[in-house]
């Protein structure tokens, strides 16, 4: 009778019980251990297969990554507390060198700033190089093509200032050295003035300055410079010079020193004439002579005669053809009289050579 009850009991406590823990304090024999050893705490669970409480064993592979674990989030930890200390509470070392940067990047400013300055007065002396100093000697100027190499633009100066510290030095480096190459070429062009000064005189001598003709009452302008009826064909033309009517014999004078580079007969229409090479990209040619005195490769001074007006080759009249030409462009020679004209003289010709008439060749 008894043992049926028992039996019902034992199955269903192997029906319902789940899997339980359960921790509790394993003593082992009192002499085994000391005294001041502390007791462990070592954990079970209820294995319901067995019906057995057993020891619960934490595989090495679980240690392993909670240790692995742990020592990440430690450094971890240790990076984030080390970047906030170093940002907000740096060490005196590091309150110099910052102190230092930022003195550099002062003197580095300025620095820039000063190179910008010492830019813009070199950019300033090149302009008057070109447009004063080289005008005043009939010198060509010089082209920007030239310079180009030694030239800084303005973008490459933004971008200068929005460079790091190690490429700014780098740039300023550049900009001086490009500077300094500009004021080396500048300093060249300024001694080529300095022979040009030496030579002022000769420059002066060599610039047609007088009319080829005595015309002190100005009637003897008869054809100014540019398109003019041609007194052949009947048609506008380029008229490359200026007409001086006189009677045949009058004498004809150079109008500037130079070395005659021609002397004879033209048949491209000048006749018999005279060209001078004056120096400086200067010449001037005479045509419709008469007679020739100038012979080739002859010195001549200004106001020397070098032969007399006459109506040979393309002409429809006794006159003189005159002629300036400036670096191989023949221009208007109206404006190479002003060593024997008042300026209200000067005046009266630009008039009279301005008339739109009939040219004589």
Request: glycine share 6%.
């Amino acid at each position: 009778m008894t043992a049926g009850p028992v039996r019902r009991a034992k199955v269903q406590i192997r029906r319902r019980a789940p899997i339980a823990f359960c921790s509790f304090y394993a003593t082992p024999p009192p002499r085994a251990i000391p005294d001041i050893e502390r007791v462990k705490k070592v954990k079970y669970f209820y294995n319901t297969h067995t019906l057995r409480y057993e020891k619960l064993v934490t595989p090495l592979r679980v240690k392993l990554l909670r240790v692995f674990g742990f020592i990440a989030a430690a450094l971890t930890t240790s990076f984030i507390i080390v970047l906030i200390g170093q940002k907000y509470f740096p060490s005196a070392n590091e309150r110099t060198l910052q102190l230092e940067n930022s003195n550099l990047k002062s003197s580095l400013r300025i620095l820039d700033q000063q190179i910008e300055e010492l830019e813009q007065r070199m950019a300033a002396l090149e302009k008057r190089d070109n447009s004063v100093y080289r005008s005043i000697f009939e010198a060509d100027p010089i082209p920007d093509s030239a310079r180009a190499k030694m030239l800084e633009e303005i973008a490459e100066l933004k971008k200068v200032r929005s460079m790091n510290q190690d490429e700014l030095v780098d740039g300023i480096a550049q900009q001086l050295q490009r500077l300094h190459n500009r004021m080396q070429f500048q300093q060249t062009s300024f001694r080529n003035i300095e022979k040009m000064i030496d030579r002022k005189e000769d420059l002066l001598a060599a610039i047609p300055a007088i009319q080829p003709v005595s015309n002190q009452d100005l009637e003897r302008v008869a054809s100014g410079f540019g398109y003019r009826i041609d007194p052949i064909y009947k048609v506008p033309k380029m008229h490359a010079g200026l007409d001086f009517t006189a009677p045949t014999g009058t004498p004809i004078y150079a109008t500037a020193d130079g070395v005659v580079k021609e002397a004879n007969f033209n048949s491209g229409g000048y006749g018999n004439h005279v060209v001078v090479n004056h120096g400086f990209g200067y010449e001037t040619l005479y045509g419709h002579m008469v007679r020739i005195k100038a012979r080739r490769g002859q010195r001549v001074k200004r106001g020397e005669i070098i032969g007399w007006v006459g109506n040979t080759g393309k002409s429809t009249g006794p006159h003189l053809h005159y002629e300036v030409i400036k670096n191989g462009i023949k221009v208007d020679p109206i404006y190479f009289f002003y060593n024997d004209l008042t300026p209200e003289q000067y005046n009266r010709l630009l008039q009279l050579a301005a008339t739109r008439n009939q040219s004589f060749d």
